[in-house]
């Protein structure tokens, strides 16, 4: 299915990153190793890449990954590409920061095997930063997937990592113009979170 999403002609989601990406980058270390996962065409690797972090991205799309490396190219930065499915990604590897956007392709099963794989994969005081849809998003029907049980609420995220120190938790509106496929008014859900240091 995302094989031939991405398919089209253009980037699905825009070129530029996330508006969230762009107001908690600074929350980052200098040179931090980041994960993004179910990166897509790689708006926000590049852009993180960009900044001088040591980005590594996954993404289940063939295409997509095609598109990311022709980006990254383009804004002449190197995003470590991987080729890999969530279900199978190696969450041994060690980061400072996990970064996942609008990944709400996985029902609240899976959710649970992904959150507890980045908790295991960023290093103790390292960063946990998502950002996606609120379950009434399904009204707007203006991105994402149809099922409300995919979405995210700050009470679920705050208890899949426990004991982390919330940074940032927002549950807002607000109209977003990313690409095509996410574009007017949207139910946006933000959460940055640090894993203990002793953990």
């Given at each position: 299915?995302?094989?031939?999403?991405y398919?089209?002609?253009?980037y699905l989601?825009?070129k530029e990153?996330?508006?969230?990406v762009?107001?908690v980058a600074?929350?980052?270390?200098?040179?931090a190793?980041i994960?993004c996962?179910?990166?897509?065409?790689?708006?926000?690797?590049?852009?993180?890449?960009?900044?001088?972090?040591?980005?590594?991205?996954?993404?289940?799309?063939a295409?997509a990954?095609?598109k990311?490396?022709?980006?990254a190219?383009?804004k002449?930065?190197?995003?470590d590409?991987?080729h890999?499915?969530?279900?199978?990604?190696?969450?041994?590897?060690?980061?400072?920061?996990?970064?996942g956007?609008?990944?709400?392709?996985?029902p609240p099963p899976?959710?649970?095997r992904?959150?507890?794989?980045?908790?295991?994969?960023?290093?103790?005081?390292?960063?946990?930063?998502l950002h996606?849809?609120?379950?009434r998003?399904v009204?707007?029907g203006?991105?994402?997937?149809?099922?409300a049980a995919n979405?995210y609420?700050l009470a679920g995220?705050?208890?899949?990592f426990p004991?982390w120190e919330?940074?940032?938790?927002?549950?807002?509106?607000e109209?977003?113009?990313?690409g095509?496929?996410h574009r007017?008014?949207?139910a946006?859900?933000?959460f940055?979170?640090?894993?203990p240091v002793?953990?």
């Amino acid at each position: 299915m995302w094989d031939e999403r991405y398919s089209a002609p253009g980037y699905l989601f825009g070129k530029e990153p996330a508006t969230f990406v762009r107001r908690v980058a600074g929350m980052l270390p200098a040179r931090a190793r980041i994960l993004c996962i179910g990166d897509g065409e790689g708006r926000n690797s590049v852009h993180l890449a960009g900044l001088g972090h040591r980005v590594a991205a996954m993404d289940a799309s063939a295409v997509a990954l095609e598109k990311a490396r022709r980006l990254a190219r383009e804004k002449g930065v190197e995003v470590d590409l991987h080729h890999a499915d969530i279900e199978g990604w190696d969450w041994s590897r060690r980061f400072d920061a996990v970064l996942g956007i609008f990944i709400q392709f996985a029902p609240p099963p899976l959710r649970a095997r992904i959150h507890a794989g980045i908790a295991e994969a960023v290093e103790p005081g390292g960063l946990v930063m998502l950002h996606g849809y609120a379950p009434r998003q399904v009204g707007y029907g203006t991105g994402g997937p149809p099922s409300a049980a995919n979405m995210y609420d700050l009470a679920g995220l705050r208890a899949d990592f426990p004991g982390w120190e919330v940074l940032v938790e927002a549950d807002r509106d607000e109209e977003i113009a990313e690409g095509s496929a996410h574009r007017g008014i949207s139910a946006l859900v933000d959460f940055v979170a640090r894993k203990p240091v002793s953990a």
